[in-house]
DNA sequence: GGACTGACACTGG
DNA sequence: ACCAGTGCCAGTC
């Protein structure tokens, strides 16, 4: 059952069409912003396709997830482009630009 | 109940 | 700005 990995899921679908949310704002949601390693794990166990936008998710960095479950992270980069998010030359995410907060939504 | 693993985050060099 | 090491949490074996 894991109620934490469903927290998890429920958070992620939450975030906006053209918007990223770092693992660390999901985990913040949860009620651990340090179980951000949790939820990365939580997304690669059950991606729950077509539900949960788990490609929404990045590194505070701006990196993508190298395992990313659905195509790797090129796939998940296309779909963020499609989304409309701003991409920097060196492939990552403009973090700066596109992070979703979710008090602030 | 104990140990290992993982789509992370932070600090230091 | 980049690489390496350490810490945290929840799940699974």
Redesign the pocket.
């Known amino acids: ?5 469903e927290r998890v899921y429920e958070n992620v679908k939450k975030i906006p069409k053209g918007r990223v949310a ?4 999901i ?1 913040a949601m ?16 059950n ?1 729950s396709p077509g539900v949960v936008p ?2 929404r ?5 701006g ?8 195509g790797g992270s090129s796939a ?1 980069k296309e779909l963020l482009k499609s989304e409309g998010i701003s991409f920097l030359r ?1 492939g990552r995410v403009d973090i700066k630009k596109n992070v979703w907060l979710p008090w602030i939504s």
């Open positions: 059952m894991s109620n934490f990995y770092t693992y660390g704002t985990a949860c009620g651990n912003p340090r179980a951000s390693r949790s939820v990365g794990a939580a997304l690669h166990r991606p788990c490609h998710v990045v590194f505070t960095n990196t993508l997830a190298k395992n990313y479950a659905f998940q060196d």
